[in-house]
Every structure is written in structure tokens, then in C-alpha cells.
């Protein structure tokens, strides 16, 4: 099952709100550690929604869309289901260049502590 396109930042505009309203202290927060950086703002939309960037430091085009795929999923599993609050949340997670090594459980295990750290800021 894929991560619907309403739960996806697409425009750059989108991103560029998360990351600097991340650093606001309204129901925002970043968190990161040597896997991820999660930033996070909470919204009054009716559904989660996340952005992904995967630089190339991470590596060739087959393994940033292999992370991009496996952090599809994680957040698919996190986030998605946990929406339909009368807040949600808008994540943007950007993988460090050590994720290309992780398995799929390393990189949920951190997503996972990384969204309640930054959840638990607010």
C-alpha cells in the first residue's frame, strides 16, 4: 500500500513553510539523529502529510529510491493512520548520508522515536 497523494508534500512551497516554521515554537519541532531530521509543524488539515529529501550524499539513484521507498512506507504506517484529529501534522524527513546503510527496521526504529520526540515538543 502507497503513501495517497493527500498525504504527500509536493510543492516546494509546502516544504519551505515546515522547515522554517519547524523552528517556531507553535506546535513545531525538528529532531534528528544520525539516520534522519525530522521537521514537523501541526496543521488544520484533516490529514497528516510528508515530504521526503534524499540528497545525493546518500547515494546513487538506486539507493536514494530504495531509502525513499522504505521512509514511503514507515511514515505511511506512523503518520497516515494516526491523522483525522482536528489537528494534524506536516513532516519533513531528510535522510543523512548514513541511512543508505540502515535496514528497513534501523530507519523505522528512528522515524518512529523521531516523530514522538518532535510530537511530544508540542
Known sequence: MALSTDNRLRRP???????????????????????LLVSAIQTERPEARVGLSVS?????????NRVKRRLREIFRELVV????GETSWDFVASARPEAAEATYEELRYSAQRLISKVKARR
Request: without cysteine; aromatic residues 2%.
Open 56 to 64: 545525493k550524499r546518500v547515494g546513487g539513484s538506486v539507493t536514494r
Open 81 to 84: 493512520p494516526g491523522g483525522g
Open 13 to 35: 512551497a509546502d516544504f519551505k513553510q515546515v522547515l522554517t516554521d519547524s523552528r517556531k515554537d507553535r506546535g513545531a519541532g525538528k529532531a534528528g539523529d544520525r539516520l
